[in-house]
């Protein structure tokens, strides 16, 4: 094209930042075929997209946003089609797969062709959902001089099962503190400054009395002694023991931990029969005080001898650290991890570290996948599952289906409730744990047609490991299926209708039932009372999923 046609057909010039200047980018296109004739209906093509963003620095993420739309040869045809297509827009906002409140836009790009932003993003994990809209496709690409992840739920969400950077780095500052008190344990000239150090690590900046400090230092040691303990996959030996109270300077460790003081009793140590069911006398009480506190001051003077420089017991809990450290640090990562994991669950108060506002973008999650049953329009039970709780935690279970007249349902077994459902989901609810656990049932309607292979998935999200277990050990999806059609009319009790079951052992039964008054109720019951619990009901169906005879 000759330049002066050029500025002739363009009046207007647009440039870019350069993508290659950046050492991080990605870009996603998606497009549709605009329609041939009027009438001009927009496709308008959607797209969710997922950002991670992780640092430990002030992070800048440039977006650019290019849009395709219809275009006329004339202008009342120019007018139709912008009249069906309005300008295209890119939303982005806060995300959390473990909420379902929808967080305001953090930055919105609306264009008929193209637009760019920055999105400034301050020190820590941030988590994203980038929502896109436009009318025959669209072009996202975002660069950045910063390591991020953009793309679907399952690039995104895998991220985030592992620790922020910040906590990593936190972690990592402990340990540090930790090891070098460790080597420098016999070193009289370097274990001040080395001691100093780890203090200044561990010990948060908000906290500044006395008491505080006391207290989190308590925390602290209790972290280093569970650490060791799962570092070495074993109880310490007394020895140890002793050079981890050395270390720390905190014979409280051995008064807190009740493995330590409550052995089991062999035929060899058990007390004489002549003790048993009798009160100690005045002389034994006495005595067992004076021998107690003759251990104390014996346990005191020796820990006090090991923290002072050249003396025996010192140089014997330096050489039992020095032999268990190597097995601590062969996995330095985990370990640091741990440390700081139990500083946190186990402190009570404020915010201790700035790692601790990425805690809200940490998932866990686990999947189970049942093949659907190749019955075409009809109701199908699709998955029925009782899962054990045994630590209290917060879960949230996603559905994925190719069916989309799907609902998934959870049931209290002790009592028989179902939890509440927010838009035909189940909301994040705090599970507790209880006798019989909680059952997960999931019914579908099939279409007419349905694709061959198909596959059900439940994913159960939660924040921290150990997610509930199943009571056995793959989902089942093949169910004993009897089917009741009929008409009935009430009698003058108004009881329409009853079906009895024969409860077997350890079985566990759902109704479905159609009806065309919705005001009617429905319950189960034991046969021969007239009592009945009252399930979920809808305009025209009832489910009373997974109850449990005995």
């Known amino acids: 094209m000759d330049l002066d046609d050029f ?27 605009p329609p041939p004739h009027p009438p001009y209906q927009c496709p308008e093509v959607r797209g969710t997209h997922y950002l991670c963003v992780d640092s430990l620095q002030p992070a800048q993420i440039l977006i650019s946003f290019s849009v395709l739309l219809l275009w006329g040869n004339v202008a009342q045809e120019k007018k139709e089609r912008y009249a069906a297509c309005m300008s295209s827009v890119l939303i982005v906002q806060p995300y959390s797969w473990k909420s379902l409140h929808s967080q305001p836009p953090v930055l919105t790009i609306q264009t008929t062709c193209s637009g760019a932003t920055t999105l400034k993003l301050s020190p820590g994990r941030h988590v994203f959902s980038i929502h896109t809209k436009a009318a025959l496709g669209y072009h996202v690409r975002l660069c950045s001089e910063t390591p991020f992840t953009f793309g679907d739920e399952e690039a995104v969400m895998s991220q985030l099962t592992k620790e922020s950077a910040r906590f990593t780095d936190q972690a990592s500052s402990i340990w540090r503190g930790l090891s070098r008190l460790v080597s420098s344990f016999s070193d009289e000239q370097d274990q001040p400054a080395a001691r100093g150090t780890l203090e200044e690590a561990h010990c948060p900046q908000n906290i500044n009395t006395p008491q505080e400090k006391r207290k989190h230092r308590k925390v602290f040691n209790s972290a280093v002694y569970k650490m060791l303990l799962e570092a070495l996959g074993r109880k310490l030996t007394s020895e140890e023991r002793f050079a981890v109270v050395a270390l720390t300077i905190d014979p409280s460790l051995l008064a807190n931990d009740p493995k330590i003081h409550s052995p089991t009793l062999d035929g060899a140590s058990k007390p004489p029969e002549s003790w048993s069911d009798r009160e100690p006398t005045d002389g034994e009480v006495k005595a067992a005080v004076v021998l107690q506190a003759a251990f104390r001051g014996h346990s005191a003077r020796k820990i006090l001898n090991a923290s002072k420089s050249g003396t025996k017991e010192k140089l014997t809990a330096s050489k039992i650290f020095l032999d268990m450290w190597p097995k601590v640090e ?28 990425d805690e809200w973008t940490r998932v866990t999650f686990a999947d189970y ?10 109701w199908v039970l699709v998955f029925r599952e009782v899962f054990q709780v045994h630590k209290e935690m917060q879960l949230v279970p996603k559905v994925y289906s190719p069916v989309p007249n799907c609902l998934l349902h959870v ?8 939890l509440d459902m927010l838009f035909n989901k189940v909301a994040p609810h705090v599970y507790r744990p209880n006798k019989l656990g909680y059952s997960f049932v999931a019914e579908a309607l099939t279409p007419e047609s349905l694709p061959s292979g198909a596959k059900w998935r439940m994913r159960l999200i939660g924040t921290r490991e150990h ?4 009571s056995r050990k793959t989902p089942l999806n093949v169910f004993s299926v009897k ?14 209708a009853t079906v009895c079951r024969r409860p077997g052992n350890n079985s566990v039964s759902d109704f479905q039932g159609r009806r065309i008054d919705p005001s009617v109720r429905s ?15 809808g305009n025209s169906c009832l489910l009373l999923p997974g109850q449990q005879s005995p």
């Open 369 to 378: 996948s049942v093949s659907l049953p190749d019955a075409a329009d009809s």
């Open 7 to 33: 500025a002739k057909c363009f009046q207007s010039l647009l440039v870019f930042h350069k993508p290659q200047i950046y050492p991080h980018h990605f870009h996603k296109s998606h497009f549709k075929l």
């Open 483 to 496: 089917e009741l059609r009929d008409y009935y009319v009430p009698n003058d009790k108004n009881l329409t």
């Open 330 to 357: 062969s996995d330095a990562a985990k370990h640091a991890a741990l440390l700081l994991r139990y500083i946190i669950d186990h402190s009570e108060g404020a915010e201790l570290y700035p790692c601790q506002r």
């Open 523 to 537: 319950g189960p019951g034991e046969a021969g009372r007239r009592q009945y619990r009252e399930g979920s009901r």
């Open 411 to 418: 049931i209290n077994n002790d009592t028989g409730e179902e």
């Open 467 to 470: 997610l509930p277990k199943l």
